[in-house]
């Protein structure tokens, strides 16, 4: 037994296994890392990693025939924790199931910074009025971030509150964005912003989201059927001011304005606005009534406008009549002068005719006045034109005079040229022109015109040629001559120029304008001399800089100088600076000065500037402080005050003001008979019964009650129910959702689908209803996957919840993951995480059963969501071939071009990105990246593809995830102008339009933007075909010339 013990006591020494030291490791949560080990010894070895609970391993043992030396690898997930944290590890080696060796190491938590953010799904706002929605904000990482907020490319006022968070990990926030629209805003005008949100410590880490604000007219309340209404604003504002000069007794002002507005709809057809000038009043002169006062009536194919000011009274209408398009303005002037205007337009895409008929009657006679032209396409890309005007007086007599136009015009792809004459027969008055030249200016271009103007004091003849140049993208240079012969002289002139555009993306941008003109006598008597102009502009990040110098020698010599200089500090301020310079004959004038204005925390808006003003010589300085505060106290309310001092060469001067101002608005639904005087409302007929559905099935059945004296209500509008529970609605066309008033609180609606209601038609539908109850859910982001809440586990803010059973209900969770999901019927429901709420790469986790028995309240229950976890086991070392790929835009549309890109480690020979079609090889960019520019020929939906990475023998694949969505080719699908341009997702070769009228070929620097100018006036649809496939149609609605164009 001796020599067993021995032996065996042998057997474990020669069988020992040495591990050597653990590498520190350092990872942020969720991160992989590959931990590696030098393991030395012979004969089998059973390797364990062992964890700290909660943590997890793709896998935790190996098993491995060591010969001397090896390395055995794990890869595990490093969990959530807070930064800074450190947790142990250790790889055990067993042999005989025998613990014969241990190495011990550290993990350390490294910062993590992450955001969600969302807004939500459907937003909508009503016109002509400011508009608010909420920003969703979690703080995802692993450490307190301070989060700054901002609104990017938005043309209309942006208001954040507030536009910083001190946020905790997994905290979330919501923050108020209001929109304050400007100018006229139309119903149906979508609004897109984007919202930004960068952690101070890694704005590396910014999210952005973009919010689609949808702006609904007010007859249609967003599509729920509003009734119309009619809003009484009145804006008032009050002024105080003081002004202090030496020597003078102190200037006290005090004065008011109260305008009043009266807008809205007069029913579901017409939409009108009275308002005035504003009263006004001061101290000295309390009271001034309006000075002016104007109306509006807009309706279908219909508008009326009104005005009327300093005594004199105008009315002016457009009406559209099937083909025809007609106006009327009537108006009236102090001193008895009165006029009157008809016009007419052909909106016919076969005839294009205009005329105009003009009438204006004076105390000493009467001025007539006929306008008619015609165009007419001769085809072949001739276009001829042709106008006739006749002008008469009455005053002692009746005089006539008529004046002829002409226009030939000619253009193919390549070439334009147009023949004009107008004149006046009678008065010996003829004018002859042409002009034309290459359409392209690029690389090489010109352009040239020429005229000649006869009448009884002889002849004029003009003549001009431009030759343009563009030897690389951005630098455009022209050189200009032209010619000029009158009875008193003979002159000539050049006009050389330069332009350019610069820019690196990112970092700056620029463009520079340089331009000189010569004009010299060749005989005879006129105006010669020489100009130069000037002008840089350059932006770079917050700085932006512009100026520009213009110097005349004409006789006189005259220079014009200035400089502008702003620093955008942020979103919310800028510093500004201005310099200008005048000199002339007539004086000469300076002025500069700086100013700082900033937008403070609560909507406070100061302004802090200086100027100084010289004129021959005198002037002063001016120093200024204006401070203002919307919303001051409550909602309308402004506040706003300054101090301005002057430093004049007469003494000092100190001004103060104080302004108060208050917007009120009345809204109240527009009198019936008035609703009934302008057409009424546009709607249709709603059918149906409510009743008890006991069996839940959908549909009456025999001894299903009704239930009497429950109004229901789609909008605003709402009737009683009769005894057997029968209702009719007449509703206006829109989609609205049911709701009851009367109905007892423990009943539901089976179905929620909303109901849209048609112009002029007849709905029938059954309402049923059943005892329902609601369920609490609460939403757990499972980090370890385990169902259970472990510590550092929070619920998931605004996340989708769905409940299936005998219906399908869904909600969103609040700002701590949890939701209310009402309107259960009785039966058996599966919960789960809906995910199409969830962050980006979560899935839903643990499932829920309930049965639901009415009136009985269920028990609140958790559902689970499991983040973002790698499915495929991979352990590797620094070397090994890995490959790791993405496309941008992250969601083109289907048939785009796109960037293929890879990111490879391991130096591969190639990187093939496979297609059904066959492999791509993607182009070598240096440090291991691949690129490559492609159009993916396959349907909208999602798609995995796979890159391929080789390396000798050695091959390695990773899927790339794409998602394709449906949508145009080209942009725009509507066209309203000229010259036509189009901007397409892919380069192409070449482009052509389609037509009844022909076949009409674009023009492409990049093969991306393509433009040019049809023969076309009108409206027209056309095919749009790029290198022989047909993307789709464009809409071409081209205006006509007005009736007064071309009048000699």
């Known amino acids: 037994m001796r020599s067993l013990a021995l032996l065996l006591l042998l057997g474990l020494a020669l069988a020992q296994v040495r591990l050597g030291p653990l590498p520190p490791l350092q990872g942020p949560p969720g991160a992989y890392l590959s931990l590696s080990v030098e393991a030395e010894g012979q004969g089998e070895v059973r390797f364990r990693l062992l964890l700290p609970e909660g943590w997890q391993a793709l896998s935790d043992t190996r098993e491995a025939l060591l010969e001397g030396k090896g390395v055995v690898a794990f890869t595990l997930r490093v969990p959530e924790a807070p930064a800074g944290t450190r947790a142990p590890v250790a790889v055990v080696a067993h042999q005989g199931g025998v613990e014969v060796a241990r190495s011990q190491g550290v993990v350390e938590f490294l910062a993590r910074t992450e955001l969600r953010i969302s807004v939500p799904e459907r937003l909508e706002a009503p016109l002509g009025a400011p508009f ?137 057809y017409y939409t009108a606005t009275l308002e005035t000038a504003p009263f006004s009043g001061t101290w000295q002169d309390p009271w001034n009534p309006p000075q002016s006062a104007g109306f509006s009536l807009k309706g279908e194919g219909l508008e009326v406008r009104g005005t009327y000011g300093g005594g004199s009274y105008r009315l002016q209408s457009a009406l559209r009549a099937g083909a025809v398009r007609s106006s009327l303005d009537l108006g009236h002037q102090p001193g008895g002068v009165w006029s009157l205007a008809l016009g007419a337009v052909s909106q016919d895409p076969g005839l294009d005719l205009q005329g105009s008929l003009s009438t204006q009657i004076k105390p000493d006679g009467r001025q007539d006045a006929l306008g008619v032209r015609y165009r007419l396409p001769l085809g072949g890309g001739f276009l001829l034109g042709a106008g006739l005007d006749l002008a008469g007086r009455m005053a002692e ?113 620029g463009s520079l304008y340089l331009a000189y003109g010569l004009t010299r006598l060749l005989e005879g008597q006129g105006l010669e001399g020489e100009t130069f102009q000037a002008g840089l502009s350059l932006t770079a990040g917050g700085l932006s800089l512009s100026g520009g110098v213009l110097l005349k020698d004409l006789g006189a010599r005259s220079l014009e100088a200035s400089v502008g200089l702003r620093y955008s500090l942020g979103a919310l301020g800028y510093l500004q600076a201005l310099y200008q310079q005048k000199e002339s004959p007539e004086g000469q004038s300076l002025l500069y000065g700086g100013s700082w204005s900033q937008l403070w925390e609560g909507g406070l808006v100061s302004e802090l500037l200086y100027r100084r003003e010289v004129k021959e010589g005198q002037g002063g300085h001016r120093f200024g402080l204006t401070l203002s505060q919307r919303d001051f106290l409550l909602p309308g309310l402004s506040l706003g005050g300054g101090y301005a001092l002057l430093l004049l060469p007469e003494g000092p001067r100190h001004a103060f003001s104080l302004s108060l101002g208050y917007t009120q608005a009345l809204t109240f639904p527009t009198p019936r008979p008035v609703v009934d005087l302008f057409g009424g409302r546009k709607g249709g007929e709603v059918v149906g019964r409510l009743f008890r559905d006991g069996n839940l099935n959908g549909q009456p059945d025999p001894g299903e009650e009704g239930l009497p004296g429950v109004r229901v209500c789609l909008g605003s509008v709402c009737e009683a129910t ?184 391991g130096a591969p020979e190639a990187v093939y990105l496979l297609l059904p079609e066959g492999p791509v090889a993607l182009e070598p960019q240096g440090e291991g990246y691949f690129a490559r520019r492609l159009r993916l020929r396959l349907p909208p939906g999602y798609h995995t593809l796979t890159l391929r990475a080789v390396k000798g023998e050695e091959r390695v694949e990773s899927p790339l995830g794409l998602l394709l969505a449906q949508g145009p080719l080209y942009s725009p699908q509507t066209a309203e102008s000229q010259p036509l341009r189009l901007v397409l997702r892919f380069r192409a070769r070449a482009l052509r339009l389609l037509g009844e009228g022909g076949v009409y070929e674009l023009k492409s620097k990049d093969g991306y933007t393509w433009e040019g100018t049809l023969p076309l006036t009108g409206e027209h649809t056309l095919k749009v075909v790029a290198d022989g496939e047909e993307l789709g149609p464009l809409l071409l609605r081209l205006p006509k010339e007005s009736a007064q164009e071309g009048t000699p």
């Open 722 to 905: 009769d005894g057997e529970g029968r209702f009719r609605l007449l509703v206006p066309v829109g989609r609205y959702a049911w709701t009851f008033q009367g109905l007892p609180a423990t009943l539901a609606l089976l179905s929620e689908a909303p109901v849209q209601v048609e112009l002029n038609a007849r709905l029938a539908q059954d309402l049923p209803v059943a005892p329902a109850v609601a369920l609490e859910v609460w939403v757990l982001d499972d980090k370890n996957g385990n169902g259970q809440e472990d510590p550092g586990e929070h619920g998931i803010a605004y996340a989708g919840v769905c409940a299936e059973g005998p219906v399908t209900r869904c909600a969103r969770a609040d700002e701590g993951g949890r939701a209310l999901i009402p309107g259960l019927f009785q039966g058996t429901y599966r919960l789960k995480a809906d995910a199409r709420y969830l962050p980006p790469g979560y899935g839903p986790g643990l499932e829920a059963t309930l049965q639901v028995t009415p009136p009985a309240a269920p028990i609140p229950l958790r559902v689970t969501a499991l983040p973002p976890k790698r499915e495929v086991e991979i352990t590797y070392r620094a070397g090994d071939l890995a490959l790791v790929g993405s496309v941008a835009p992250l969601t083109p549309v289907a048939g785009e071009e796109v960037e293929v890109r890879a990111l490879a480690q």
């Open 132 to 268: 608010e929605f909420p920003l969703y904000l979690v703080n995802a990482s692993n450490h307190k971030e301070t989060v700054l907020l901002r609104a990017e490319g938005a043309v209309f006022q942006i208001y954040l509150n507030p536009q910083s968070l001190d946020l905790d990990p997994g905290e979330a926030r919501s923050v108020r964005v209001t929109v304050v629209p400007q100018g006229e805003v139309s119903s149906g005008y979508p609004f897109y912003l984007k919202l930004r949100a960068e952690p101070r410590s890694a704005p590396q880490a910014a999210r952005e989201v973009g919010a689609l604000i949808l702006f609904k007219d007010p007859l249609m309340a967003s599509g729920r059927g509003k009734d119309p209404e009619l809003t009484l604003a009145l804006r008032m504002g009050v002024g105080l001011g003081l002004a202090l000069t030496p020597g003078a007794a102190p200037a006290f002002s005090l004065g008011y304005t109260l305008a009043p507005t009266l807008s809205g709809a007069l029913s579901d």
């Open 397 to 509: 007599g009746y005089a006539l005079a008529l004046a002829l136009q002409e226009s030939l015009s000619w253009q193919t792809q390549d070439l334009d040229l147009t023949q004009t004459y107008g004149g006046v027969p009678a008065a010996g008055l003829h004018a002859f022109g042409l002009s034309g030249g290459t359409r392209s200016l690029y690389p090489l271009g010109l352009r040239g015109q020429t005229s000649l103007q006869l009448s009884g004091q002889g002849g004029l003849w003009q003549s001009g040629l431009t030759l343009y140049l563009q030897p690389v993208p951005g630098a455009f240079l022209s050189l200009g001559g032209t010619y000029r012969q009158a009875p008193e002289g003979r002159s000539f002139g050049l006009a050389p120029g330069l332009s350019a555009t610069f820019a690196e993306p990112g970092v700056y941008a």
